[in-house]
């Protein structure tokens, strides 16, 4: 075949597919059009998922008559005018190509009136064959209609998904643009049935409620930073709501949604030791900055842009979130109002309903022993800050299916019948309940005391009321902490292999190892390389005896690979840490012995301290005391 020129009709439908790629895309581009026409108020229709028929109509400023063919031509905007723009585009759109894209691969109407004109026009395209211009009756704004979409491009609409999945992808894509502008009317209509009706509103907040659930929206934490021209704004969900995708991380750049996975990683990174591997936080942020400050013009469809200094903005996004968790207390309340059940407290997100409806059973048949207590003790007054005398010894305790008994028994005094403890209803102090108090005080044992659930929890008493742990999790921060400290120090030791072990890298992993030689000397994992893909393990972190080094090894060349390139070696340091403190942990499942139980809580106060640092604090569950009060009907 010779070389020839395209005809512009398949220019313009190459151009489309990079455009319109589904119905979604159509709703996409013509509601942007209407927010950057000014619109207060957008209505959207789509009959079977958008593929039929897609209506778009807005109320902004109008298309003037001698204009409509140019609004549909190829390449014509009113955006922009010179190259210079293009490095400060403060509208959604600029290439102007969305309508005249539609216009090729559907048929498209569109009628429009501006302010100042006394009636309306109309011009209809078919297929990317522009009809005239016809005076119609419309109000201010415009209308956008395109039917069949794909009509004349068979292959294209043959990738189309059924209507459902397409009418999905039109819900996101207006769910994403009605979050991006609240101070927008916004209606959805499928099949003609309302499915959105979002009035006008001054914040985010009131948009996330209506897509997302009042719940979501109430538990959301608010953060915000300004760094000179650079303002990040928005709400992170509580840790106890995560995702197994990262779809639920909005972010809105100068009012346009974008993907970047350099602000996903900066919330990743906050949440670190908050979630679970595989879960994913919440998020909605808008960003605003200057326009000149980042590319929009690097995706046909803007999803993506490039910032000037993106690493500023990951650091700012990560400090305001940092700093906003170190204040905000992140343990899950156990909330007995309403539906919530305890199974969705679960702050590591996925879990099993039926293995937390035995959870509830069983600390709720244990808190009723315990409630019993505080009671006791409320009423021999006095004393009320040195609280409950521990597990075991009422006579409830008999029937629980756990094991507090035997592991508290050798300290507790000889069980009362229940009856003495619990009928003392009368507010004044009684005597013997005094005397009970007073014999159970010096026998309270002052080690600390839990209880291990499902090899996997651990509960105990606080000041407060009652605190579930993830075992893993406190292991996981003491033993961060404890590297953190020594890293710090200098004090990290090496411990060195007898006989260097030789470890068969992936060319990837290899390469990784070397390049990251010192930062894995500094942790006190010693390298050496041994020709090709083979590296000489020489020493580990002396403070990992039970460690096999050759798989710690793997999971940190690991964590190098897929964490990428980090804006900061310390971040990076940082993360390898996190790695080998998940590595060491005990894990969720492994029994523990009541000396190992104590060992753990008495380390908890040495992190208590950090407690309240945001990067892989001990997950744990609060039953306040008030809350248990209250479910056993006690106030
Ligand atoms: P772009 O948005 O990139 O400029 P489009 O093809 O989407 O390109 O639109 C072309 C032009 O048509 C826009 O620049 C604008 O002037 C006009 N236009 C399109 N939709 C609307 C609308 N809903 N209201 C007012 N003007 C519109
Ligand atoms: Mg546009």
């Known amino acids: 075949m010779s070389i020839h020129i395209l005809s512009q009709s398949l220019i313009n439908k190459i151009a489309a597919g990079e455009v319109i790629e589904r119905p979604a895309s159509v709703v996409k581009e013509l509601i942007e059009n209407a927010i950057d026409a000014g619109a207060t108020r957008i209505d959207v229709s789509v009959d079977q998922g958008g593929l039929e028929m897609i209506r778009v109509v807005d109320n902004g400023s109008g298309i003037a008559t001698e204009e409509m063919p140019l609004a549909v031509a190829s390449h014509a905007t009113s955006k922009i005018i010179e190259a210079d723009d293009l490095f400060c585009v403060g509208t959604l759109g600029f290439r102007g190509e969305a309508l005249a894209s539609i216009a090729e691969v559907s048929r498209l109407v569109l009628r429009s009136r501006t302010a100042d004109a006394a009636s309306g026009a109309e ?132 009012g346009r949604y974008i993907r970047d996975r350099s602000l996903q990683h900066a919330l990743g990174e906050a949440y670190r030791g908050l979630l679970t591997v595989g879960r994913y936080p919440i998020a909605f942020f808008t960003l605003q900055m200057p326009p000149d400050m ?54 590591s997100g996925g879990h099993d309903p039926a293995q937390a409806e035995q959870l509830r059973r069983e600390l709720v048949d244990w808190a009723k022993g315990k409630v ?26 008999q029937r ?158 690991e964590r190098l690979i897929s964490g990428g390139k980090q804006p900061d070696q310390r971040d990076m340091l940082d993360e390898l840490m996190h790695t080998i403190a998940c590595k060491a942990a005990i894990k969720a499942g492994d029994r523990l012995t009541p000396e190992e139980i104590s060992a753990l809580l008495e380390q908890r106060h040495l992190v208590d301290d950090a407690h309240h640092c945001p990067h892989g604090r001990p997950t744990a569950l609060i039953f306040t005391r008030e809350e248990l009060d209250r479910q056993f009907k006690r106030t």
Not at 213 to 219: M, Q, T, V, W
Not at 406 to 412: A, E, G, I, V, W
Request: include cysteine.
């Open 123 to 254: 011009l209809e395209v078919v297929g990317g064959r522009v009809g005239d211009v016809t005076p119609c009756g419309c109000p201010v704004g415009t209308a956008v209609e395109s039917y069949n979409l794909f009509f004349n491009t068979p292959v294209r609409r043959k990738f189309l998904r059924s209507k459902q999945t397409e009418f999905g992808h039109v819900a996101e894509a207006f769910t994403r643009l009605a979050l991006a502008a609240p101070h927008v009317h916004f209606t959805l209509r499928h099949n003609n049935k309302p499915v959105f009706e979002l009035e006008a509103t001054d914040g985010l907040l009131e948009r996330i409620a209506r897509f997302f659930g009042r719940d979501l929206a109430d538990n959301l934490i608010w953060a915000q930073s300004i760094d000179g021209d650079v303002k990040i704004s928005g709400y992170a969900a509580h840790p106890s709501q995560s995702r197994s995708h990262n779809r639920m991380q909005f972010f809105f750049l100068n």
């Open 294 to 347: 980042v590319d929009v013009n690097v995706h046909p469809t803007k999803l993506e842009v490039r910032f000037q200094d993106s690493g500023r903005l990951y650091s700012q996004l990560l400090a305001a979130l940092r700093s906003k968790f170190l204040t905000t207390d992140l343990n899950t309340r156990v909330q007995t109002a309403g539906a919530v059940s305890f199974g969705s407290e679960d702050p």
């Open 372 to 397: 019993a207590s505080w009671e006791r003790d409320d009423i021999a007054g006095a004393e009320t800050a040195e609280k409950a005398p521990g597990f075991g010894e009422s006579a409830e305790s």
């Open 400 to 557: 629980r299916p756990l094991g507090i008994y035997r592991l508290d028994s050798p300290r507790m005094p000889a069980a009362k019948p229940f009856s003495e403890q619990t009928e003392i209803t009368a507010p004044s102090a009684d005597q013997s309940a005094r005397g009970i108090h007073t014999a159970e005080k010096t026998l309270k044992p002052h080690s600390p005391q839990a209880l291990q659930i499902h090899n996997r929890y651990l509960v105990t008493e606080t000041d407060e009321g009652v605190m579930v742990i993830d075992q893993h999790a406190l292991h996981e921060r003491i033993i961060y902490e404890q590297l953190r400290l020594r890293l710090t120090s200098g004090a990290m030791e090496t411990q060195t292999l007898l006989v260097p072990e030789p470890v068969d890298l992936s060319p990837a992993e290899a390469a990784a190892a070397l390049e990251n030689r010192d930062l894995l000397a500094e942790l006190g994992m010693k390298i050496e390389p041994f020709g090709g893909d083979t590296v000489l393990v020489v020493g580990y972190p002396a403070m990992l005896a039970n460690i096999n080094p050759v798989e710690l090894l793997h999971e940190l060349l």
